[in-house]
Structure formats: structure tokens, C-alpha cells
């Protein structure tokens, strides 16, 4: 298991900035990316932000230019989030996806799990 638990959100202005913290713990062995998600009242959650274990960074495009993944290792990540705008009012979530395989008959198959934190509320005033 993987436990994930996000810090740093708040509210912030519209054009400022807001960082948020996530910190992991548990085994860490097999995951193959960590990111952000968000989910606003009355959508669906959309993604943020992933990084992969080779350091490879997608965005959303809704945030691209705006936001920044960062990691000091697969245990902590980090958004930085600029020129915040009040559209990114959302519940964020920390995510982390493990890759296991298994051989049978002989052919390998993989399978995916998403560990997920319990999430971080942002609210950004105009």
C-alpha cells in the first residue's frame, strides 16, 4: 500500500501562487508515476500533472504555462501553481500509480493500481 497525504492548499488571489506538497510513504517499489488531479463541485476530476519515474511531465492543458510538477524523490511532489486563476478552485488530489506483471502462459501482462490522498481544497478569489 501506498499512503499519500497532500499539504499547502488554501486560498490564494487571482494572479499569485500557491504550492502544494505531497508526501508518500509505504513501499514505493513498482510505481511508475505520481501526479495531480484536481475535481471542481459539479465536474468530473481532471488531471493536473504527472510525472514518470524517468522524469517525463504532462500537464493538463488548462494549466499548462501556469503550473509545474516537481519531485525531490518518488516520495515527495510538489505543484507549483502560478498566475493562478479562479477556474482552478478545486479539491486537489495527490495521485500514485503502481505497475505490477504477471506471467501467464507464458505471456508477461501488466497491471495498474492508483493510490490516491485524500486531497487538498484550493479556492482562488478574483
Known amino acids: 500500500q501506498v499512503q499519500l497525504v497532500e499539504s499547502g492548499g488554501g486560498m490564494g488571489q487571482a494572479g499569485g501562487s500557491l504550492r502544494l506538497s505531497c508526501e508518500a510513504s509505504g513501499s514505493m517499489l513498482g510505481i511508475i508515476s505520481v501526479g495531480w488531479y484536481r475535481q471542481a463541485r459539479g465536474k468530473q476530476r481532471e488531471m493536473v500533472a504527472t510525472i514518470t519515474r524517468n522524469g517525463d511531465e504532462d500537464y493538463g492543458d488548462s494549466v499548462k504555462g501556469r503550473f509545474t510538477i516537481s519531485r525531490a524523490s518518488t516520495a515527495q511532489v510538489y505543484l507549483n501553481m502560478n498566475n493562478l486563476k479562479p477556474e482552478d478552485t478545486a479539491t486537489y488530489y495527490c495521485?500514485?500509480?503502481?505497475?505490477?506483471?504477471?506471467?501467464?502462459?507464458?505471456?508477461?501482462?501488466?497491471?495498474?493500481?492508483?493510490?490516491w490522498g485524500q486531497g487538498t481544497q484550493v479556492i482562488v478569489r478574483s
Open positions: 495521485n500514485a500509480v503502481r505497475e505490477t506483471f504477471d506471467y501467464i502462459g507464458g505471456y508477461k501482462h501488466s497491471r495498474k493500481y492508483d493510490f
